[in-house]
């Protein structure tokens, strides 16, 4: 499946920025590569047979590992400014 990076699978609101190389979404739940196939050449979220995840990219025989795919969270725009500010020294977790 070769998506352009303004394109979205509107199904399930996927949006693929090639330019990044990451498929993302605003609502991520994990879905059975055998009914949405999952994007190839950009960054997902795996989920192994063993049940644990990790990122990485879709390949042909990537069934033989994985058991679904997600798409990576997006990052709002206070996220970014928090990261940003977390590491150039200007913010500091509080404790919750």
Known sequence: ???????????ENVFVNNTLGVATSELSHWKDPE???PPRGVK???LTWGGIQ???QW????HLSFAAWAPVLSK???LK??????YSGKFIPKKS
């Open 81 to 86: 400014k928090r990261l940003e500010d977390f």
């Open 1 to 11: 499946m070769n998506i352009q990076s303004s394109e979205t699978l509107s199904r």
């Open 76 to 78: 709002p725009e206070w």
């Open 54 to 56: 990790v990122s990485g």
């Open 35 to 37: 009914v949405f196939p």
């Open 44 to 46: 997902l979220n795996l």
């Open 59 to 62: 390949f042909t025989d990537s």
